[in-house]
Structures are given as structure tokens and as C-alpha cells.
């Protein structure tokens, strides 16, 4: 049976800042709520820790390598912008099994707007929220209101109080297009689909009052790996310190930008908040489909570094992740589940929730999550993942090629432009040294090298192809005739 899915996507939200994932001092009272009576995944990544090639992800099911959004929409003379648009979105495929499809706030991908692309046919852009602001006599540009001086400013601390009120916030906004549709959708006989795609907690993090004040930044305990001194690590993350001018920060100076971050959390927790008190007064919460994630982390200081990008580091990579099934379907709610999952994962768990058999159109690189939101993971030990890809392509001004491998000890990182790297998970958590080029790890490199390149192959990463008359590998590999 087909049932409602209201899908909150949020925009660079860390794993460990969610209360229900250990934050101590972080509040998040309605996703905890939502997390008890639904599936906490504990090991969920992003497929690739940038905007763009995330969502496109979620869209498709397929990762960055084949659906080609390898950068940000605009990133390179925009051109990888519209190789997604050749292949199909979950919400088509939902439209065409009889959904109604809406979609409200940041979406970031090409052809924002058009149903021709996506088949979502309500839809509130970023260009309706400004619309908005206009009709109420605000006059605001994100760039010149919030980004130069918040980004820019003199200390560089990317934080501070928005211009915008709480109510006139694009994450509130957001929160009311979501209500309306519902509203709407919920007075006709087919089941809906819904987006809510948060700008938040996003850098830079201009939070509205009361939220920018809500944490006292003395709060924020100091980083495990604020002392990295990128000793055998790849030189553009030390990089990345002087293109965002982190490296004089003091942790005094990240306490701020957390404590900020904390702030902008919390604030869009109310209003997810909000959406679900509008599901629950249309009597719709206990049949619904609810998803929960962010498209990829944030640093936040972590190893001295800001934003995202060139790392393959937990902070940027690990994301949190909530699935609430409806109640008939729901028997192991309040549960937390320990496997392996993928943004990737998403539109095949959407296309199973509406019953259509996707498999016989062009295949998925993700799997859909509801054996795991069924049946014990204990049973599923033969036919799951043991072990996460993801990739990384580069962005605005450089392509740098990285691919990551994990399981629930090590950690490889291939980074074909630099020296690999190599981190013991239970024993180095921060990811502060580097095994990669220690003798006695060796038979660990050639284990985690092996296994993946048959990880890459078997997802069709061209990264490991073999050609007549080169190795495309750079080292990951020895082909046969080299040997």
C-alpha cells in the first residue's frame, strides 16, 4: 500500500549534532521525538560531501560517477550541471505511480522549477521566498546581507545574528510552504510526496534571534583532533586553511561559530517542529513515510578546517539519518541500526514505499533501506554492505579525484593526486594519524586497496578501468601486465 513521505533535508548538519546521536548539550526535542518512533541509523554517509552531487543522489539513487553532477551547480562553467537531467528523479518515477509531488526551499541542482525536469508539481523556489520577503516590504540579498559580512568579516568567524527575523527566516519560510502543502494535498484521494529542503544549518551561520544566543560557546568542548599538524596528510587540506583564513583561529574562536552552528539547529528543529504538528492535526502522522537527513556534514574546526571538501574525514562524510515508517509497518520503532547506508539509498526506499518495481527500469547504485527497516540487521549479515563508497570530485576553482572506503575498523582514502591515507577507527576516532605509509600497515593498505577497487568496479567507477594501453588507477592497482 501506498502512504504519504514527508522528506526533511537539511544542508551540512553533522551526525553528532543531534541529541538523540549523543549531543550533550544540543537540543533537538522534536527529531529526538521523531527518532523514537522511527529507525536512528548509526553509520549513514553522504556519497560525495558537496551540495550538488549529494542531492543528486537522493534524486536518482545513483552516485556522483554516474549521474555526473560531479561539482556544485555553476562549479567549472556549470559543466556538469545538466548531465543529472538525463537521468530519472524519485519524483517522476512517484508522479507517474499517482503522487502528487511538492517540493519547498533549496534544491540546488539545474532546472530548479520546472515540472517538464522533475515532475514536482507544486513547487516554492528560492525565487518565491525572495518573492515573499518583497510582498513584505524586506529588501534582502543573501550575499550582501549575510555571506560578506558574516564570511568576510574581519575575524572570519561565519557566524552571527541574521537580518531577518525567526518568522521571516528562509528556514521558517520553508516550514510554512511545507504546512500549506500539506494542507492541500491531504484533501485529495492520492498520497503525496513532500521535500522540505532547509538552507540551514549551512554556513554562514546567520541564525535569527532568540537561537543565535541559545548556547553559551564556553559549552563547546574542544575538538579530540584541534591539534592536527597534517603530518602525512594531503597537502590541500593545509590548503583549505588559507583559502577560507581559518588557520588563526583559536579554539576560543570555534566555540563561537559551534556554539552559532548549535544555535541554527535547534532553530530548525522547531520548525521541523512545526510540519509535524501540521501532519499530526490532518490525522496523517501515523501513516506516513518520514526521512530525516542532511546531504553531508560540516567541519565545524574539526582538524583545524572549515566547510567541506577536500577531506575525507568523519565530520564532512558521516550524516545523520532518520527513517519513521507508518505504524502498520513500523516493528522495530525507537530502534538504532549499525549497517552501512547511503544517501544513494533513499530514492529506492522512496520508490519501494509506493510500491513500484523501479528494478526494471534502469538500475539503482543504491539499495533500498526496508529490509533494514524491517527485519532484524543481524539477518541481513550475508545480503548487506559491509563497507561505505564515497567519492569526491573537487569543486569551484579545483578537480581533485578522492575516493573513500570504510568499514567497521579502517578507513582508506585514495587520493590519486597525493599520498593515501590510512586510519585505525576504533583505536584513532579523530582520524589524526596517518598508517598509510608505515611498514607494519602494509598488509592492511593491500587488504583495504583490494577490496576496494572490486568495490569501485562492481559500481562502475571508470577510476580502476584498465585500458589497452593505460591503468587509469595511479597506483591503487598493478594491472596484470605490469606484474
Known amino acids: 500500500m501506498s502512504y504519504p513521505i514527508l522528506y526533511f533535508l537539511t544542508d551540512q548538519w553533522r551526525y553528532d549534532c543531534l541529541g538523540c546521536n549523543g549531543a550533550s548539550v544540543l537540543k533537538t526535542p522534536n527529531l ?3 527518532a523514537a518512533d522511527g529507525v536512528r541509523f548509526e553509520r549513514a554517509y553522504t556519497t560525495n560531501a558537496l551540495c550538488s552531487p549529494a542531492r543528486a543522489s537522493i534524486l536518482t539513487g545513483l552516485y556522483p560517477h554516474h549521474h555526473g553532477q560531479l561539482a556544485n551547480t555553476g562549479n567549472f562553467n556549470a559543466v556538469f550541471d545538466r548531465q543529472v537531467l538525463d537521468h530519472k528523479g524519485y519524483f517522476q518515477y512517484l508522479k507517474e505511480a499517482g503522487y502528487h509531488t511538492g517540493y519547498c526551499g533549496k534544491f540546488h541542482l539545474g532546472e530548479e522549477g520546472h515540472y517538464s525536469q522533475w515532475y514536482i508539481e507544486d513547487w516554492r523556489t528560492e525565487g518565491d521566498f525572495l518573492k515573499a520577503l518583497n510582498q513584505n516590504g524586506i529588501t534582502y540579498d543573501f550575499g550582501i546581507h549575510e555571506v560578506q559580512p558574516l564570511e568576510w568579516g574581519k575575524e572570519a568567524v561565519f557566524c552571527g545574528r541574521s537580518v531577518l527575523s525567526e518568522r521571516d527566516h528562509h528556514d521558517a519560510w520553508t516550514a510554512d510552504q511545507a504546512i500549506e502543502m500539506i494542507e492541500r494535498f491531504s484533501e485529495e484521494e492520492e498520497p503525496f510526496v513532500i521535500c522540505a529542503g532547509f538552507h540551514g544549518p549551512h554556513f554562514p551561520y546567520a541564525v535569527p534571534a532568540p537561537y543565535d544566543t541559545m548556547y553559551d560557546p564556553e559549552l563547546v568542548e574542544r575538538w579530540e583532533n584541534f591539534d592536527e599538524m597534517f603530518e602525512q596528510k594531503p597537502l590541500v587540506q593545509q590548503k583549505e586553511l588559507m583559502r577560507w583564513n581559518t588557520a588563526h583561529l583559536s579554539f576560543k574562536g570555534w566555540q563561537r561559530v559551534v556554539a552559532a552552528y548549535w544555535g541554527y539547529c535547534s532553530f530548525i528543529d522547531a520548525q521541523i517542529g512545526r510540519v509535524i504538528k501540521a501532519l499530526k492535526k490532518k490525522g496523517l502522522y501515523e501513516e506516513a513515510m518520514i526521512v530525516f537527513s542532511s546531504d553531508h556534514g560540516d ?15 568523519e565530520e564532512d562524510n558521516h550524516i545523520p539519518l532518520i527513517v519513521k515508517l507508518p505504524a502498520d509497518a513500523a516493528e522495530t520503532a525507537g530502534r538504532s541500526c549499525s549497517r552501512f547506508v547511503s544517501l544513494a539509498d533513499l530514492a529506492p526506499t522512496f520508490l519501494e514505499a509506493a510500491d513500484i518495481a523501479f528494478e526494471k527500469e534502469k538500475p539503482m547504485d543504491g539499495k533500498s533501506l526496508f529490509p533494514l527497516l524491517r527485519q532484524d540487521e543481524g539477518d541481513l549479515k550475508k ?15 579545483t578537480l581533485v579525484t578522492s575516493r573513500m572506503i570504510r568499514d567497521e575498523t579502517w578507513k582508506y582514502v585514495y587520493n590519486p593526486f597525493s599520498i593515501d591515507e590510512l586510519y585505525d577507527m576504533e583505536s584513532d576516532p579523530g582520524e589524526l594519524r596517518n598508517l598509510a605509509a608505515l611498514p607494519a600497515f602494509a598488509h592492511v593498505m593491500r587488504r583495504m586497496r583490494e577490496r576496494m577497487y ?30
Open 454 to 483: 572490486h568495490c569501485l568496479e562492481e559500481a562502475g567507477d571508470s577510476i580502476v578501468e584498465l585500458s589497452l594501453w593505460q591503468s587509469n588507477s595511479y597506483g591503487l592497482i598493478v594491472s596484470p601486465r605490469e606484474q
Open 32 to 34: 529526538d521525538s521523531l
Open 383 to 397: 545480503a548487506w554492505r559491509d563497507e561505505i563508497l564515497v567519492e569526491f570530485n573537487g569543486y569551484e576553482s
Open 299 to 313: 567541519m565545524l574546526g574539526g582538524h583545524r578546517l572549515f566547510n567541506k571538501g577536500f577531506n575525507m574525514y
